[in-house]
T-cell receptor
């Protein structure tokens, strides 16, 4: 158990809908990352938050957005869902931020499997 | 741009055999971290090891060992005396020590250990 929790574990929805995925980082971790794992794209970085602020962005679609709250949990919002958004979405957390103490290890949650029908 | 290549898509061996998973990477960063993660059939990603680019000492942890060679940009992972529980998809990943801490993953190697 990495200490990172994600809810829900599974989500089935229809095209055009909007969903919210939730992540709670390990105790003491300030950085949260979101990744998407799909069969065709593999594991892709989406976005990073550090202590409530966006710090890095990857290939995240405009239909997707995220935020990190004062209690450090994070939510990934996916809207206008398409069939191709079906994937396993991982959240990861780490202690800090590059430049402060160097890049550190990211620990991953169990993932949320999203199925868009 | 950074890139991680795991050329072996699938490997299948019999229990107790040794197996090596290859990882080759490309980066322009002078300092970086390399990682191995394991994804068992249950789906979670489990951290196995992190290696600094400035430390080429090989590492052994039980039946697992890692061979980092900066000259060939490789970070290979060997499992000695494999067990059925080692069956999983293994990912090699890279991130710079400074700057955006996004992990760049290889495509993964699916390892099947047969009894």
């Amino acid at each position: 158990d990495s200490g990172v929790t994600q809810t829900p574990k599974h989500l089935i929805t229809a095209t055009g809908q909007r969903v919210t995925l939730r992540c709670s980082p390990r105790s003491g971790d300030l950085s949260v990352y979101w990744y998407q794992q799909s069969l065709d794209q593999g594991l892709q970085f989406l976005i990073q938050y550090y202590n409530g602020e966006e710090r890095a962005k990857g290939n995240i679609l405009e239909r997707f957005s995220a935020q990190q709250f004062p209690d450090l949990h994070s939510e990934l919002n996916l809207s206008s869902l398409e069939l191709g958004d079906s994937a396993l979405y991982f959240c990861a957390s780490s202690r800090g931020l590059a430049g402060m103490m160097g890049a550190d290890t990211q620990y991953f949650g169990p993932g949320t499997r999203l199925t868009v029908l | 741009a950074q890139k991680v290549t795991q050329a072996q898509t699938e490997i299948s061996v019999v229990e107790k055999e040794d197996v090596t998973l290859d990882c080759v990477y490309e980066t322009r960063d002078t300092t970086y971290y390399l990682f191995w993660y394991k994804q068992p059939p249950s789906g979670e990603l489990v951290f196995l090891i992190r290696r600094n680019s400035f430390d080429e000492q090989n590492e052994i942890s039980g039946r697992y060992s890692w061979n980092f060679q900066k000259s060939t940009s490789s970070f290979n992972f060997t499992i000695t005396a494999s067990q059925v529980v080692d069956s999983a998809v293994y990912f090699c990943a890279l991130t710079p020590i400074q700057g955006a801490q996004k992990l760049v993953f290889g495509q993964g190697t699916r390892l099947t250990i047969n009894p």
